[in-house]
């Protein structure tokens, strides 16, 4: 860690199964600091529950009004192929576990107006003809 202490608990633990991880809600007491780096705390919390850094997600954090108190939301995966299939994509390219795709603004705006023109059952269908169109770009 940094020069200055910092101390982890974590609270409300749960096991869920049918996702394949635990899922808590961590609280971070750091006073003297701003804030803590994700990446610190996942080693700090694969550590308290036996378990690899790179299976321990952690996101939504919020420092308290006048600092030192920091409290955010955990899950730690069972294995990195739960961890790809349930957590969303957008966690896992900041993970570093998955790559961003790179599509334009008027790509976006195309495939939402398609969409819009088709009603009905056929709705679905026609967004998702649109989004293959765009991701093709």
Known sequence: MSDQSVVVKTRKFMRNPLLSRRQ???DIIHPGRANVAKSELQ???GGMHKTDAKLVTLFGFRTKFGGGKSTGFCV???NEAAMRKFEPKHRLVRLGMDTRTERSRKAMKEAKN???KVRGTG???AKHKAN?????D
């Open 114 to 116: 398609k969409g819009k």
């Open 123 to 125: 709705a679905s269908i």
């Open 24 to 26: 808590m809600i961590v």
């Open 132 to 136: 293959r169109a765009a991701q093709a």
């Open 76 to 78: 730690i995966y069972d």
């Open 43 to 45: 080693e700090v919390v």
